[in-house]
């Protein structure tokens, strides 16, 4: 098996974005955020709908630990590790471009 | 029904039944409409807005061959302007220049494009059109250069179930974000030609053992998505995520249906879009709420613990193989008629000489008495 793309792996330095075929969308009939992707709509729960939020191709992973940890009054250690965790998770489902 | 009934969330768009391609497993009714039968751009552009009304956050645009609608361009863009996704589902064959650029620009978020081989000779025999693999390998690069996330769609069976690990380099080096090995579903022009597409047991159980280790090893890379053939399985799937539950398909001619092949249970009047708004097709339809919910079902749906998991499968199934579309899907091992699923796999592989000549390719207007032989 030939395989010309490489997996990314998450590192502090990353910026993130979403790709061309995910999208969040607003939705006014169940008044609430959507996350639309190829067959699948997911139903973010709010922090992980404020870390695809700030996956504009701009913030660097370290610059969104920080903004969270800052805006939830939270342990950066602990928020890290999730942040770190969805979005290798999402990169790995081809969801978040690294 | 027992709970509040919840808004759909996806739609799949038959735009037109007209295709280039005659592939013998197609999804569409034998009977195909012509193209004087389709609804006219507008419309489809009012059914759209009255679907995002409703609560549809996805279209799929498929058809038949949905670039053969010259206004696809503007159905995309009514679609994006309401923030609804969506899915264009192609053969990729006959597709003019610029037109892809198009879709991309009119707001399209992704595109879906069969390949019927990973071969070209596989291709072009099963879609019996000569030429069409290299037109797809075109199309596949043109969405690319527009900037358009791909994936590469894979309906297997017999012909093609040993082209899986081609099927994955091809995906590969076309830089799809995104593989979709589906078995075929035994519905339509598969179930009339089912002798001849069904795969063997030692091919289906080397096919599953392949796509597990591809999707280990490409994780990050690309994803594969599996969709199992119900004839070797041991519970149903909850087909189109149950019946009336969160999606629905619309017809060429605005004839709104649960699913696919919901059209072969004599038993349901569908209604059109058009005679009514949506809204009341999808909440009052005699048709949407015979099987929706678990309401209809009998033992041993009823009392089971998977009945809000795979809501009693598929009701064309168990019509087409055990008589009656208030039945287990067949495809579940509490069916009475499990068996028969087994015995069909075990008959089509004694037939199995029988030449490719004799599939019965999908036509518009064929002679088609709608009577079919399994057992040709
Ligand atoms: S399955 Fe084949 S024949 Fe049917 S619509 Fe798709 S490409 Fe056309
Ligand atoms: S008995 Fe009915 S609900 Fe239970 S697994 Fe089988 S099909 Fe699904």
């Known amino acids: 098996m030939t395989a010309p793309r490489e997996r990314a792996i998450v590192s502090l330095r990353s910026a993130p974005s979403l790709p061309r075929h995910v999208r969040i969308q607003y939705d006014p009939v169940r008044l609430a955020f959507a996350v639309l992707a190829p067959e699948k709509v997911f139903w973010p729960n709010d922090i992980s709908l404020d870390i695809l939020r700030r996956c504009d191709g701009q913030s660097t992973v370290e610059r969104i630990i920080a903004d969270l940890a800052a805006d939830y009054d939270a342990d950066p250690q602990d928020v890290a590790d999730d942040v770190i965790a969805f979005l290798q998770e999402w990169s790995d489902k081809l969801l978040v471009k690294l | ?376």
């Open chain 2, 1 to 376: 029904m027992s709970k509040a009934l919840l808004p759909p969330i996806g739609m799949l768009a038959e735009l037109t039944h007209r295709c280039p391609l005659q592939c013998p497993y197609c999804s569409n009714p034998l009977e195909l409409l012509k193209a004087n039968l389709e609804l006219d751009t507008r419309t489809w552009l009012h059914l759209f807005s009255q679907a995002a009304d409703l609560g549809v956050l996805q279209v799929h645009l498929s058809g038949g061959e949905p670039t053969l609608r010259r206004d696809l361009e503007q159905l995309i863009a009514g679609l994006s302007a309401r923030g609804v996704y969506t899915n264009l589902i192609t053969a990729g064959v006959g597709i003019a220049e610029g037109r892809i650029e198009a879709f991309a620009e009119a707001g399209l978020d992704h595109l879906q494009l069969s390949f019927q081989g990973a071969r070209p000779a596989t291709t072009d025999r099963i879609g019996n059109h000569w030429g069409s693999h290299e037109k797809k390998l075109e199309t596949a690069r043109r969405a690319r250069a527009a900037g358009l996330s791909l994936t590469i769609n894979a309906p297997v069976h017999r012909h093609n179930i040993e082209e899986v690990p081609e099927f994955i380099d091809l995906a590969l080096s076309l830089g799809a974000e995104r593989l979709e090995i589906a078995n075929v579903q035994y519905a339509g022009w598969a179930l009339a030609n089912r002798s001849l597409l069904m795969p063997d047991r030692a091919a289906v159980d080397r096919q599953a053992d392949i796509v597990a280790a591809a999707q280990e090893q490409l994780a990050g890379i690309m994803t594969i998505d599996f969709v199992t053939p119900d004839y070797f399985a041991i519970y149903p799937k909850p087909c189109m995520g149950g019946w009336a539950r969160d999606a629905f398909m619309v017809a060429p001619d605005g004839t709104v249906l649960p699913c696919h092949a919901a059209q072969t249970i004599p038993s349901l009047r569908f209604e059109r879009f058009g005679d009514r708004s949506l809204a009341e097709i999808w909440t009052d339809s005699p048709a949407f709420n015979a099987f929706r919910g678990t309401e209809w079902m009998r033992e041993p749906c009823r009392s089971c613990e998977r009945r809000e998991v795979d809501w009693g499968g598929c009701r064309c199934q168990a019509l087409a193989i055990v008589g009656d579309a208030a039945a287990t899907d067949p495809a579940c091992i509490k069916s009475t008629a499990h068996t028969r699923m087994a015995a069909l796999v075990d008959e089509t592989r004694r037939s199995k000489t029988a030449g490719d000549d004799a599939f019965i390719y999908r036509r518009i207007g064929r002679d088609f008495d709608g009577s079919y032989n399994p057992r040709r």
